[in-house]
């Protein structure tokens, strides 16, 4: 894909995603002007780019979609809730009319029959006689309120001969600017405008001076002439200001780039327009990729260094090298940011789903989604999504009830279903959760001894039997309904999070709901992690799953059957001798020795390791393929000797510490 | 001088056919296609990782990457390792899984890289071999004796060779 | 005369063009059009209006815009010649 085609994409998702937000709020809170321009811009902007693909199918559909939201701007059409679920399946249309001109392949029979409908269907809308349209929601509103700082501007408008090959109509363009403010007066200049028998009729001959009274910028104003900025000459002046006229009386006719800064300075309480297009940039993630790599060098590169200076005592390059570490770290700490995004956004892609699946079935369901601006590192975000959108169908289908079931259980009718992210030491904890019926423990094994999952006197604690939910075979229910059973099992889902280094778990209270948690690690390339030695091999666990470092004493070893406990100032937690997990051959056995108590999801373990070496930089390298089934190894790290470090993964290792109990 | 050089060149010249790299392992010598190879090293230090099966010496790190250092001569001869000054680790680039694998072998020592022409190779006997028939490809004429040129895919099968050791008792 | 277009647009504005020419030679002191019919107009019918309008100034003859629909009318006021074409609301 060209890089152009790549973002004309990736602007396209953008548009299609904040109208279907806002199609959905408006469905929940109401229509507002907001949201109506947002799913008109929408429209619009894809009309635009696509214009310079000649994408002729998005060209010609999203015309007309942009003209039904045009009449609904300007109160002609009302937009209850038919045309916001009409508007909703053009937002498909458009996505599917995407996809395929980004493929490049002609559209399937499908699409052709529902650009053929929806076209229609727009159709009857623009051309029904504007019915009620005195009980018409009065959709324009306060667009004249005078706002601190409002300005009259003077702009000068003059369309070069190509004006009309953009297929843009100045009209249009007219009616969007005075959504900005207020026009005092508008002057065509007719000059230039030839008699009837020497008129081009495909060129414009006409210029326009417009007094415009808004608190907008300059940025806002000229934004709205975007898509034809190359084929007309805009100039614009500031002619007053309404607040600022004491103070600066001979600036009047100043040209506005200079004027602007002033006036924001000057009024610090200027409301900043939300159509202000933000300071942001799109960059390749592949690029970011790139720069990490090349500070992971770095950091690996200092540390030789730091090698360099304790073996030498030189006490100024040792100054040196550690303002270079300062300096890495925040480098590295910047850049990982450009890396995190908020999860909100992806989350609000599952309401459409949600929606969806409580309207077929017809439950009443009420989503909610916190902590929308807890951080996760992109590609996480990216790869969470399928398990997340799977996992929310269940908790429609399964976990909530019918309104009448619900009625009958003496709750509400209206079922919760809850979406929330927060961070929890080093991991983030996504948690989704339902107050519908809830699973029991009989009824998990049950299901699992008719499936032939396990024996039938098999005897579970009630966290065993909730993790039945994920065993493969399991959630293949035996009449796939239309909703869930798409042929994906949970069992896919816990893979698909283990991949991430994640994990998920469930747990339920009949009657009350259940809740399915699932923890993922920050970040994917450098961590800050704790260096020790174990036999001949070096080892680094991440800092943050660290609880504490005792020394080891033999007196507070239990032994327990064939299970290693220790005492840690009066509570027992398992100990993992990591010499013998791993067949190391001992150094030497007087060594002393330490523990090192790691921590994750609520779970507490020591690990008897030898000589510890303290806290380090890590940047985690890929093992490799061939040592994919590696148990509890995370990856592995060049120290700065250039020797090879391994990366305990600890939430694989209490796992198979979990497992050995049993 | 001159005479060697163009005598060389004139060999290359008159043999066009895919190029090969001889080392040895254990004092036999093999062959491998030369485009499999990325590059030949010192052999750096190896970290062990626990639980792989024997062959499988650990990791190393090759300017920053970390590589998986392989012993064939622990199945292809049943044999152990004996490291010198001229041991090297040969990195090859293996394909699995659509995806490009950079695995080192351990070789004792590396001779040169030749060109085989086809009708220099001939089919591997299927008995008599001193190693498994599998994982020779064919047998390359090489100054009046026979060379084994390897099989990468099965020397290195990326897949059996993942697979955790089995630790009795 | 009356206009029998729908929408007028740069798609129509060569065949507009055309249908007004003859306006010219015609005899009447004043040139009536008709666009009860139009629903939609953008920059380019403006202009040819504008154009016959200088052009029958020019003859001493005058245009007049009859029944024009709404929409027709927040066009002109947009571009700021409702009242150079003589036409204003209701």
Same mark, same amino acid.
């Given at each position: 894909?060209?890089?152009?085609?790549?973002?004309?994409?990736?602007?396209?998702?953008?548009?299609?995603?904040?109208?279907?937000?806002?199609?959905?709020?408006?469905?929940?809170?109401?229509?507002? !002007?907001?949201?109506?321009?947002?799913?008109?811009?929408?429209?619009?902007?894809?009309?635009?780019?696509?214009?310079?693909?000649?994408?002729?199918?998005?060209?010609?559909?999203?015309?007309?979609?942009?003209?039904?939201?045009?009449?609904?701007?300007?109160?002609?059409?009302?937009?209850?809730?038919?045309?916001?679920?009409?508007?909703?399946?053009?937002?498909?249309?458009?996505?599917?009319?995407?996809?395929?001109?980004?493929?490049?392949?002609?559209?399937?029979?499908?699409?052709? !029959?529902?650009?053929?409908?929806?076209?229609?269907?727009?159709?009857?809308?623009?051309?029904?006689?504007?019915?009620?349209?005195?009980?018409?929601?009065?959709?324009?509103?306060?667009?004249?309120?005078?706002?601190?700082?409002?300005?009259?501007?003077?702009?000068?408008?003059?369309?070069?001969?190509?004006?009309?090959?953009?297929?843009?109509?100045?009209?249009?363009?007219?009616?969007?600017?005075?959504?900005?403010?207020?026009?005092?007066?508008?002057?065509?200049?007719?000059?230039?405008?030839?008699?009837?028998?020497?008129?081009?009729?495909?060129?414009?001959?006409?210029?326009?001076?417009?007094?415009?009274?808004?608190?907008?910028?300059?940025? /806002?104003?000229?934004?709205?002439?975007?898509?034809?900025?190359?084929?007309?000459?805009?100039?614009?002046?500031?002619?007053?200001?309404?607040?600022?006229?004491?103070?600066?009386?001979?600036?009047?006719?100043?040209?506005?780039?200079?004027?602007?800064?002033?006036?924001?300075?000057?009024?610090?309480?200027?409301?900043?327009?939300?159509?202000?297009?933000?300071?942001?940039?799109?960059?390749?993630?592949?690029?970011?990729?790139?720069?990490?790599?090349?500070?992971?060098?770095?950091?690996?590169?200092?540390?030789?260094?730091?090698?360099?200076?304790?073996?030498?005592?030189?006490?100024?390059?040792?100054?040196?090298?550690?303002?270079?570490?300062?300096?890495?770290?925040?480098?590295?700490?910047?850049?990982?940011?450009?890396?995190?995004?908020?999860? #909100?956004?992806?989350?609000?892609?599952?309401?459409?789903?949600?929606?969806?699946?409580?309207?077929?079935?017809?439950?009443?369901?009420?989503?909610?989604?916190?902590? #929308?601006?807890?951080?996760?590192?992109?590609?996480?975000?990216?790869?969470?999504?399928?398990?997340?959108?799977?996992?929310?169908?269940?908790?429609?289908?399964?976990?909530?009830?019918?309104?009448?079931?619900?009625?009958?259980? #003496?709750?509400?009718?209206?079922?919760?279903?809850?979406?929330?992210?927060?961070?929890?030491?080093?991991?983030?904890?996504?948690?989704?959760?339902?107050?519908?019926?809830?699973?029991?423990? /009989?009824?998990?094994?049950?299901?699992?001894?008719?499936?032939?999952?396990?024996?039938?006197?098999?005897?579970?604690?009630?966290?065993?039997?909730?993790?039945?939910?994920?065993?493969?075979?399991?959630?293949?229910?035996?009449?796939?309904?239309?909703?869930?059973?798409?042929?994906?099992?949970?069992?896919?889902?816990?893979?698909?999070?283990?991949?991430?280094?994640?994990?998920?778990?469930?747990?339920?209270?009949?009657?009350?709901?259940?809740?399915?948690?699932?923890?993922?690690?920050?970040?994917?390339?450098?961590?800050?992690?704790?260096?020790?030695?174990?036999?001949?091999?070096?080892?680094?666990?991440?800092?943050?799953?660290?609880?504490?470092?005792?020394?080891?004493?033999?007196?507070?070893?239990?032994?327990?059957?064939?299970?290693?406990?220790?005492?840690?100032?009066?509570?027992?937690?398992?100990?993992?001798?990591?010499?013998?997990?791993?067949?190391?051959?001992?150094?030497?056995?007087?060594?002393?020795?330490?523990?090192?108590?790691?921590?994750?999801?609520?779970?507490?373990?020591?690990?008897?390791?030898?000589?510890?070496?303290?806290?380090?930089?890590?940047?985690?390298?890929?093992?490799?393929?061939?040592?994919?089934?590696?148990?509890?190894?995370?990856?592995?790290?060049?120290?700065?000797?250039?020797?090879?470090?391994?990366?305990?993964?600890?939430?694989?290792?209490?796992?198979?510490?979990?497992?050995?109990?049993? | 001088?001159?005479?060697?050089?163009?005598?060389?060149?004139?060999?290359?010249?008159? %043999?066009?056919?895919?190029?090969?790299?001889?080392?040895?392992?254990?004092?036999?010598?093999?062959?491998?296609?030369?485009?499999?190879?990325?590059?030949?090293?010192?052999?750096?230090?190896?970290? %062990?990782?626990?639980?792989?099966? %024997?062959?499988?010496?650990?990791?190393?790190?090759?300017?920053?990457?970390?590589?998986?250092?392989?012993?064939?001569?622990?199945?292809?001869?049943?044999?152990?390792?004996?490291?010198?000054?001229?041991?090297?680790?040969?990195?090859?680039?293996?394909?699995?899984?659509?995806?490009?694998?950079?695995?080192?072998?351990?070789?004792?020592?590396?001779?040169?890289?030749?060109?085989?022409?086809?009708?220099?190779?001939?089919?591997?006997?299927?008995?008599?071999?001193?190693?498994?028939? %599998?994982?020779?490809?064919?047998?390359?004429?090489?100054?009046?004796?026979?060379?084994?040129?390897?099989?990468?895919?099965?020397?290195?099968?990326?897949?059996?060779?993942?697979?955790?050791?089995?630790?009795?008792? | 005369?009356?206009?029998?277009?729908?929408?007028?647009?740069?798609?129509?504005?060569?065949?507009?063009?055309?249908?007004?020419?003859?306006?010219?030679?015609?005899?009447?002191?004043?040139?009536?059009?008709?666009?009860?019919?139009?629903?939609?107009?953008?920059?380019?019918?403006?202009?040819?209006?504008?154009?016959?309008?200088?052009?029958?100034?020019?003859?001493?003859?005058?245009?007049?815009?009859?029944?024009?629909?709404?929409?027709?009318?927040?066009?002109?006021?947009?571009?700021?010649?409702?009242?150079?074409?003589?036409?204003?609301?209701?």
């Amino acid at each position: 894909m060209s890089e152009e085609l790549h973002y004309f994409n990736e602007d396209a998702q953008e548009q299609l995603q904040m109208m279907e937000s806002a199609l959905l709020d408006a469905m929940d809170k109401g229509v507002n !002007d907001e949201y109506i321009g947002t799913i008109f811009r929408a429209m619009h902007t894809i009309k635009g780019v696509a214009g310079m693909f000649s994408f002729e199918e998005i060209i010609s559909f999203t015309h007309i979609a942009e003209n039904l939201m045009d009449a609904v701007r300007n109160g002609k059409i009302v937009l209850d809730e038919a045309l916001l679920m009409l508007l909703l399946r053009c937002k498909d249309h458009v996505a599917s009319l995407v996809e395929s001109a980004v493929a490049s392949t002609s559209l399937g029979v499908q699409t052709q !029959d529902e650009d053929t409908k929806l076209k229609e269907l727009i159709h009857s809308y623009l051309s029904a006689p504007a019915q009620d349209r005195q009980n018409a929601v009065p959709i324009q509103t306060q667009q004249t309120q005078q706002v601190d700082g409002a300005k009259v501007w003077h702009l000068h408008l003059l369309l070069k001969e190509s004006f009309f090959d953009t297929g843009m109509d100045l009209l249009a363009i007219l009616s969007y600017l005075k959504k900005l403010g207020t026009v005092r007066s508008i002057e065509a200049e007719l000059d230039k405008l030839p008699l009837l028998v020497d008129i081009d009729p495909f060129i414009p001959y006409m210029s326009f001076s417009i007094d415009f009274e808004s608190d907008a910028d300059e940025a /806002d104003i000229v934004e709205v002439f975007e898509f034809v900025e190359d084929d007309i000459v805009l100039k614009l002046q500031v002619l007053e200001q309404t607040q600022l006229k004491l103070e600066e009386p001979k600036e009047a006719t100043q040209e506005a780039i200079q004027e602007v800064p002033k006036n924001v300075e000057k009024q610090p309480n200027i409301e900043i327009k939300k159509q202000t297009p933000s300071q942001s940039l799109r960059v390749d993630s592949a690029k970011i990729d790139l720069l990490i790599d090349t500070i992971s060098e770095m950091v690996i590169a200092n540390a030789k260094i730091a090698r360099y200076v304790e073996q030498n005592y030189d006490a100024d390059l040792e100054e040196v090298s550690l303002e270079l570490e300062t300096l890495l770290e925040t480098l590295r700490n910047n850049v990982m940011q450009i890396r995190m995004l908020p999860v #909100g956004e992806s989350f609000e892609k599952f309401r459409r789903v949600v929606n969806d699946v409580a309207h077929k079935l017809g439950k009443k369901i009420n989503f909610t989604i916190l902590g #929308g601006d807890t951080e996760l590192d992109k590609t996480v975000i990216e790869k969470i999504a399928d398990p997340l959108v799977h996992m929310l169908r269940n908790a429609v289908d399964h976990g909530i009830e019918m309104p009448d079931k619900r009625l009958e259980a #003496g709750k509400s009718e209206i079922g919760n279903v809850e979406l929330r992210a927060y961070p929890e030491s080093g991991s983030i904890v996504i948690e989704i959760e339902d107050d519908g019926k809830g699973l029991s423990k /009989d009824f998990l094994m049950a299901k699992a001894i008719s499936k032939g999952l396990i024996a039938h006197d098999t005897h579970m604690s009630e966290m065993q039997a909730y993790q039945l939910i994920f065993a493969p075979g399991f959630s293949t229910a035996e009449v796939i309904s239309d909703i869930s059973g798409r042929g994906v099992g949970m069992d896919v889902v816990k893979k698909n999070i283990e991949a991430l280094k994640g994990d998920v778990e469930l747990s339920s209270v009949v009657g009350h709901g259940s809740r399915f948690t699932i923890r993922l690690p920050l970040t994917l390339a450098i961590i800050d992690g704790f260096l020790f030695e174990v036999g001949a091999t070096r080892y680094i666990i991440p800092l943050d799953m660290i609880s504490e470092v005792v020394e080891f004493d033999t007196k507070h070893q239990i032994q327990m059957d064939k299970s290693n406990l220790f005492d840690l100032r009066g509570t027992l937690l398992p100990l993992l001798d990591v010499k013998e997990f791993y067949h190391e051959k001992s150094r030497d056995a007087n060594a002393r020795k330490n523990i090192i108590i790691v921590k994750y999801a609520n779970q507490k373990m020591g690990m008897l390791v030898d000589e510890l070496y303290g806290e380090n930089q890590t940047v985690i390298k890929p093992l490799g393929r061939l040592f994919k089934n590696a148990p509890g190894l995370y990856g592995a790290s060049i120290l700065g000797s250039g020797e090879i470090a391994l990366i305990f993964d600890i939430p694989a290792l209490f796992e198979i510490v979990n497992l050995e109990k049993e | 001088m001159s005479a060697a050089i163009i005598n060389d060149e004139e060999e290359m010249a008159i %043999k066009s056919g895919p190029q090969y790299l001889l080392f040895y392992i254990h004092a036999t010598l093999f062959a491998l296609r030369a485009e499999y190879i990325s590059e030949i090293v010192e052999l750096p230090k190896v970290t %062990k990782v626990p639980w792989m099966q %024997k062959c499988l010496k650990g990791v190393c790190n090759i300017r920053g990457s970390v590589i998986g250092v392989l012993d064939i001569a622990k199945y292809l001869m049943d044999a152990d390792l004996s490291l010198s000054e001229k041991s090297a680790l040969v990195i090859l680039l293996i394909e699995f899984e659509g995806i490009k694998h950079r695995v080192g072998i351990i070789v004792d020592a590396v001779r040169e890289v030749e060109v085989f022409e086809s009708h220099e190779l001939q089919e591997t006997p299927q008995f008599g071999l001193p190693f498994p028939v %599998k994982y020779i490809e064919s047998m390359a004429h090489y100054h009046g004796e026979y060379v084994p040129v390897l099989s990468l895919e099965n020397v290195v099968d990326i897949e059996a060779l993942s697979l955790r050791e089995v630790i009795d008792g | 005369m009356k206009l029998q277009w729908d929408t007028l647009s740069i798609a129509t504005a060569e065949s507009l063009h055309e249908a007004l020419l003859p306006l010219l030679q015609s005899k009447e002191e004043v040139v009536e059009l008709d666009l009860e019919n139009v629903n939609k107009l953008d920059l380019s019918a403006v202009q040819l209006f504008l154009s016959l309008q200088k052009s029958l100034t020019a003859q001493n003859r005058k245009l007049s815009l009859s029944n024009c629909t709404n929409s027709v009318l927040a066009a002109f006021e947009l571009c700021g010649c409702l009242k150079q074409l003589g036409c204003s609301y209701e």
